[in-house]
């Protein structure tokens, strides 16, 4: 089956330091998305990247899809102690919605 | 605006026992689904529905049932709850398929 691959596991910055996470699919993807989850919550939707070398950008988040639509990455320009969370990648193979969820990227920010 | 809820948000109960979470959603979405979250695993899909009285298993199906006889109710019935089965488990929407997922606040499951 279709499997998610989300490095690194864990990551430590001080704050105003960049962050990326990187994402990878077995297979293609119709879509890819994005969603984070503060400590003790739910998953949040950020974003959904669906054309091939697709590049979006919310405020200090930017996010990429790979021209073969099998990687993604979500980088974050000079964090914040508000990033801290999770960070998933969730891949769609099917377009149907059955995601497909990385093991996800913990973010650290210290102040 | 409600959104989408869960019920109950703790949950403790024994092996074998029968154990029902419920997920409410005030949007009228079409799409609903379960997930179970455990450390190492992420977030694995258990069952999927696209419609009222339409459903699908997702990664991890097996002891778990669904229903979803209204758009809004997608409840999740544990037949014979195992220590397994011990999780944090998120329900979520979506407007059309493929798109962005709105989640419930999470049901805390111990099975002891």
């Known amino acids: 089956g279709q499997q998610v691959m989300q490095i690194p596991q864990y990551q430590h910055v001080q704050e105003g330091e960049d962050f990326t996470t990187y994402c990878n699919s077995s297979?293609?993807?119709?879509?890819i998305q994005w969603y984070k989850q503060r400590p003790g919550g739910h998953p949040v939707f950020l974003i959904q990247?669906?054309?091939?070398?697709e590049v979006k950008k919310q405020k200090r988040l930017t996010f990429q899809f790979g021209e073969a639509k099998k990687n993604s990455s979500l980088h974050i320009t000079a964090t914040q102690t508000t990033d801290v969370g999770t960070y998933f990648c969730a891949g769609d193979g099917t377009s149907y919605g059955k995601l497909t969820f990385g093991q996800g990227t913990i973010l650290t920010v210290h102040p | 605006d409600a959104g989408i809820t869960q019920s109950p948000r703790y949950k403790i109960t024994e092996t074998g026992r029968q154990v029902t979470l419920m997920c409410h959603q005030t949007?009228?979405?079409?799409?609903m689904f379960w997930y179970r979250q455990d450390l190492g695993h992420g977030l694995r899909l258990i069952y999927y529905s696209a419609a009222a009285d339409i459903t699908d298993k997702g990664e991890v199906p097996d002891g778990y049932v669904v229903s979803r006889s209204k758009t809004e109710n997608f409840p999740l019935t544990l037949e014979s709850a195992t220590r397994s089965q011990t999780s944090v488990y998120f329900c979520?929407?979506?407007?059309?398929?493929?798109?962005?997922?709105?989640f419930g606040p999470g049901t805390r499951l111990l099975v002891l």
């Open positions: 949007w009228s979405h079409s799409y």
């Open positions: 297979t293609t993807l119709s879509n």
């Open positions: 979520a929407s979506s407007e059309l398929a493929g798109v962005g997922q709105y």
């Open positions: 990247l669906v054309k091939s070398g």
